[in-house]
């Protein structure tokens, strides 16, 4: 058994030892300790350098830096002196210089993705990225990459005009495509939902499987080829005689060997009865 260390008195990190508590459910010695900022708990030796001031401290502490830069950060986020034209509304405005819109809310949210577009490529497992609605109309040049007729900006969110500009996906959501910027184009609304979830010409569904029969239809399948086919028959039938008995058996005794225990075995697999697969 081991002896007990004494450790009354002792400091370790921010922390005085006082007294000895016990041990917890580990067989682990338990000591009642003072931090330096006043606060008294009961932890094990050596786990813990204070009652987690140090750590408050550190993340409060502020970054070394010259008081000029400071006071530069502090005038870029609080005095507005630098123009700017907003990228949504395209109003000139006077902000401060990493300001990019006039009004935080209403054009930063109609700038950016805020749809349910990134949800729905995520649920197929596809692709995803932030994407910037008027990055893509400045792109795209404000054209309808459908029909190539002018979408108008000033429409933009119009839930009635059929000429409003809008997010169309090339390969769409449902089918699996992609929410990136190579996977979206610039689309009237009319255009949009005529189109619909069609795929292009020539592309194939890139999330579909070509083969829709489940595992056991497979596996039947290949089992049932494999028996119509007569070389292989004879191999397997061979090779299931000798790893049974280690002797050389009739032709006839192999087959009807073999058969028995497929019949027996599998005949759900197969989809047939015992009979069938005798005859």
Same mark, same amino acid.
């Given at each position: 058994?081991?002896?007990?260390?004494?450790?009354?008195?002792?400091?370790?990190?921010?922390?005085?030892?006082?007294?000895?508590?016990?041990?917890?459910?580990?067989?682990?010695?338990?000591?009642?300790?003072?931090?330096?900022?006043?606060?008294?708990?009961?932890?094990?030796?050596?786990?813990?350098?204070?009652?987690?001031?140090?750590?408050?401290?550190?993340?409060?502490?502020?970054?070394?830096?010259?008081?000029?830069?400071?006071?530069?950060?502090?005038?870029?986020?609080?005095?507005?002196?630098?123009?700017?034209?907003?990228?949504?509304?395209?109003?000139?405005?006077?902000?401060?210089?990493?300001?990019?819109?006039?009004?935080?809310?209403?054009?930063?949210?109609?700038?950016?993705?805020?749809?349910?577009?990134?949800?729905?490529?995520?649920?197929?497992?596809?692709?995803?990225?932030?994407?910037?609605?008027?990055?893509?109309?400045?792109?795209?040049?404000?054209?309808?990459?459908?029909?190539?007729?002018?979408?108008?900006?000033?429409? =933009?969110?119009?839930?009635?005009?059929?000429?409003?500009? +809008?997010?169309?996906?090339?390969?769409? %959501? #449902?089918?699996?495509? !992609? *929410?990136?910027?190579?996977?979206?184009?610039?689309?009237?609304?009319?255009?949009?939902?005529?189109?619909?979830?069609?795929?292009?010409?020539?592309?194939?569904?890139? =999330?579909?499987?070509?083969?829709?029969?489940?595992?056991? +239809?497979?596996?039947?399948?290949?089992? %049932? #080829?494999?028996?119509? !086919? *007569?070389?292989?028959?004879?191999?397997?039938?061979?090779?299931?005689?000798?790893?049974?008995?280690?002797?050389?058996?009739?032709?006839?005794?192999?087959?009807?060997?073999?058969?028995?225990?497929?019949?027996?075995?599998?005949?759900?697999?197969?989809?047939?009865?015992?009979? #069938?697969?005798?005859?």
């Amino acid at each position: 058994m081991s002896k007990r260390i004494d450790r009354t008195g002792t400091t370790y990190g921010r922390l005085t030892f006082q007294r000895y508590v016990g041990r917890n459910k580990f067989k682990q010695s338990l000591w009642e300790a003072v931090c330096a900022c006043g606060t008294v708990f009961t932890l094990q030796p050596g786990s813990a350098k204070s009652c987690g001031c140090l750590l408050q401290e550190a993340i409060r502490a502020p970054k070394p830096c010259s008081e000029e830069h400071r006071r530069k950060i502090s005038e870029a986020k609080r005095i507005r002196n630098t123009k700017h034209v907003c990228p949504v509304c395209e109003v000139e405005f006077i902000g401060t210089k990493n300001q990019r819109f006039c009004s935080v809310r209403p054009c930063q949210k109609r700038y950016f993705d805020t749809g349910n577009h990134r949800r729905k490529a995520r649920a197929s497992g596809a692709k995803v990225e932030a994407v910037a609605f008027w990055k893509m109309y400045e792109r795209d040049g404000g054209i309808c990459q459908i029909c190539f007729e002018a979408a108008p900006r000033e429409l =933009r969110g119009s839930q009635t005009n059929i000429l409003a500009p +809008e997010m169309e996906h090339v390969v769409p %959501l #449902a089918r699996g495509g !992609d *929410h990136t910027y190579a996977n979206v184009r610039l689309a009237h609304r009319g255009c949009n939902n005529e189109k619909s979830d069609t795929m292009p010409e020539g592309v194939v569904e890139p =999330r579909t499987n070509p083969d829709p029969r489940t595992r056991v +239809e497979k596996i039947r399948d290949a089992t %049932l #080829a494999q028996w119509r !086919d *007569h070389d292989k028959r004879a191999t397997l039938v061979a090779a299931f005689s000798r790893g049974q008995t280690g002797r050389k058996h009739s032709q006839e005794s192999k087959d009807m060997c073999s058969l028995t225990r497929k019949a027996a075995r599998s005949p759900r697999l197969l989809g047939v009865g015992r009979k #069938a697969v005798l005859r």
